[in-house]
């Protein structure tokens, strides 16, 4: 049954840590006993900090770096036991555009990673045109990489992770360095591999509103543990009743110590505390104490939470949001 299971999901994190090694042989718990499962057919988002544990996960799914402990299931293969079979399964963009080779030129690129999984004539080359023009890059795709624009080598990196047409796609930080336009460009495209191609994308980046706006799904990790797991909706419905924006004339004299975290914003003499509130005493209560500092009220308005106020709620009070695997697990299997 549990193999059945796997076989059902596009990947499965078991138990899964990596430690390392510092000069001082002082050791570094990058990520702690991580269990995850990724349903196929979605976006996925990974987010966290730096330092979070997201990067060394990918890199652990792309058997880059070897897990200390733990097990990790593509489409059912075991990466560790069954690692070209998994590999085959995924296509990878890693930070910093570190899978092309900038002294060859775009379509270059593409055909020897189509070559390196396997791909082969007429099938390798219309399946490269079709990338580079859905990316925008056909009438440069025989001009060295190095000589492309930050953003434009981003975009052929996706194209090299897209080549072998992989039904898993691993995208790190995808829309680092692109202008506004490009970045519309690879959401949009992002969405439709989605939608019409059904693979299933794995998304770490920093830029929330871009997770916001593509993901299904949104795990959360902090100093390499996972603390929020579970479909965006939800965990956007957990606050919805308790984002509220707060307008004052003056200056705050003092720090709102004993106050759940707000974001402060000052413009002249105006006063802008917004964030997530547990329940309207807490709300009344930071009402009453802005009054008794002489602060005139002029606005309070409840706002529809957004992806990076959670996100910094979820991290600043450690609130595990995590649901169950097993009610998940049987989800998915009644599904199928």
């Not at 791909?119 to 925008?136: M, V």
């Not at 759940?260 to 104490?289: C, K, M, N, R, Y």
């Amino acid at each position: 049954m549990k193999q059945s299971f796997e076989k059902c999901l596009a990947i499965r994190i078991e138990d899964l840590s990596k430690v390392y090694t510092g000069a001082n042989r002082e050791t570094v718990l990058a990520v702690d006993h991580l269990t995850l499962s990724v349903a196929p057919g979605q976006v996925f988002g990974f987010l966290g900090t730096n330092g979070a544990g997201k990067t060394t996960t990918i890199k652990m799914l792309c058997g880059l770096i070897t897990p200390t402990s733990g097990r990790i299931c593509i489409n059912g293969y075991n990466v560790q036991h069954e690692h070209h079979q998994a590999m085959c399964q995924i296509g990878a963009v890693l930070e910093g555009t570190r899978n092309v080779y900038w002294r060859l030129s775009a379509w270059e690129n593409l055909m020897y990673f189509g070559r390196l999984k396997g791909r082969t004539g007429r099938i390798l080359k219309s399946h490269a045109e079709r990338l580079l023009r859905d990316l925008e890059l056909w009438e440069r795709r025989n001009d060295a990489i190095r000589t492309f624009s930050r953003g434009m080598q981003q975009k052929v990196a996706i194209a090299c992770a897209l080549i072998s047409d992989p039904p898993i796609v691993l995208l790190d930080e995808p829309t680092l360095g692109l202008d506004i336009q490009a970045a519309q460009t690879v959401k949009s495209w992002i969405e439709r591999l989605v939608r019409e191609e059904r693979k299933t994308v794995i998304l770490t980046t920093h830029q929330l509103d871009i997770a916001q706006d593509l993901c299904e799904h949104v795990a959360i990790m902090r100093k390499g543990q996972l603390i929020s797991n579970q479909p965006l909706s939800e965990l956007l419905h957990l606050f919805q009743q308790d984002c509220y924006q707060i307008r004052v004339r003056g200056h705050l004299a003092q720090p709102l110590a004993h106050f759940p975290p707000l974001t402060t914003e000052v413009e002249g003499e105006t006063t802008t505390l917004s964030g997530l509130f547990a329940d309207q005493d807490e709300l009344h209560s930071i009402l009453t104490a802005l009054h008794c500092w002489d602060l005139p009220l002029l606005s309070v308005s409840k706002q529809e939470p957004n992806l990076e106020k959670v996100f910094m709620h979820v991290l600043d009070n450690g609130v595990a949001i995590n649901r169950e695997e097993k009610k998940r697990e049987a989800s998915l299997i009644s599904r199928k």
